[in-house]
T-cell receptor, first 110, second 117 residues
Framework: DQQVKQNSPSLSVQEGRISILNCDYT??????FLWYKKYPAEGPTFLIS?????DKNEDGRFTVFLNKSAKHLSLHIVPSQPGDSAVYFC?????????FGTGTRLQVFP | ETGVTQTPRHLVMGMTNKKSLKCEQH?????MYWYKQSAKKPLELMFV???????ENNSVPSRFSPECPNSSHLFLHLHTLQPEDSALYLC????????????????FGPGTRLTVT
């Protein structure tokens, strides 16, 4: 049973608009949540994180929101750029385990 | 070389072969990880090494055998694999590994695409 779920396998957004990537989780004991970005033929790269005691973390164009009551996490990218086209993985930390979602492929078109 | 490197990038092997995957990190990190990514499945943690000692083994079959000779190098020795072991194998490193407070800034290598025939 997947504890971290990304229900949208793909998302297509126009350049300049907002991209919203969603993630749901089942375990309320997760300590931290993270987003990783992966380009083809490269390993995932850490993007942004949020502690379970916060509800928002912002870093430049990237903002992660955490809704603990809904067990929902989202990554907002604004404005979206063509270079943001990649697969985005949501992940959660439970004590000493990092649990990943299956990823969402974002395509930003001109 | 910078970051985390993995060799080979692609590997095709028969079920009776023995091969090894190599990972090297140039970041001065103390913890290294092996992950498996199968098609349409989440990344699965296989092994964790901290200061060259194995600290995590997530019920991985014995046909996968890790080795960490020093904090910069990590190997995954493969023998008598099955076709379902075909996947992308990713190596990662982080500054430290503390049980209970996983160092979440893990740096990944590009992966080895393994095909077992």
């Amino acid at each position: 049973d997947q504890q971290v779920k990304q229900n949208s396998p793909s998302l297509s957004v126009q350049e300049g608009r907002i991209s919203i990537l969603n993630c749901d989780y089942t375990n309320s004991m997760f300590d931290y949540f993270l987003w990783y970005k992966k380009y083809p033929a490269e390993g995932p790269t850490f993007l942004i994180s949020i502690s379970s005691i916060k509800d928002k973390n912002e870093d430049g164009r990237f903002t992660v929101f955490l809704n603990k009551s809904a067990k929902h996490l989202s990554l907002h990218i604004v404005p979206s750029q063509p270079g943001d086209s990649a697969v985005y993985f949501c992940a959660a930390i439970l004590t000493d385990k990092l649990i990943f979602g299956t990823g969402t492929r974002l395509q930003v078109f001109p | 070389e910078t970051g985390v490197t993995q060799t080979p990038r692609h590997l095709v092997m028969g079920m009776t072969n023995k091969k090894s995957l190599k990972c090297e990190q140039h970041l001065g990190h103390n913890a290294m990880y092996w992950y498996k990514q199968s098609a349409k499945k989440p990344l699965e943690l296989m092994f964790v090494y901290s200061l060259e000692e194995r600290v995590e083994n997530n019920s991985v079959p014995s046909r996968f055998s890790p080795e960490c000779p020093n904090s910069s190098h990590l190997f995954l020795h493969l023998h008598t694999l099955q076709p379902e072991d075909s996947a992308l194998y990713l190596c990662a490193s982080s500054q430290d590994f503390n049980p209970g407070v996983l160092s979440y800034e893990q740096y990944f290598g590009p992966g080895t695409r393994l095909t077992v025939t």
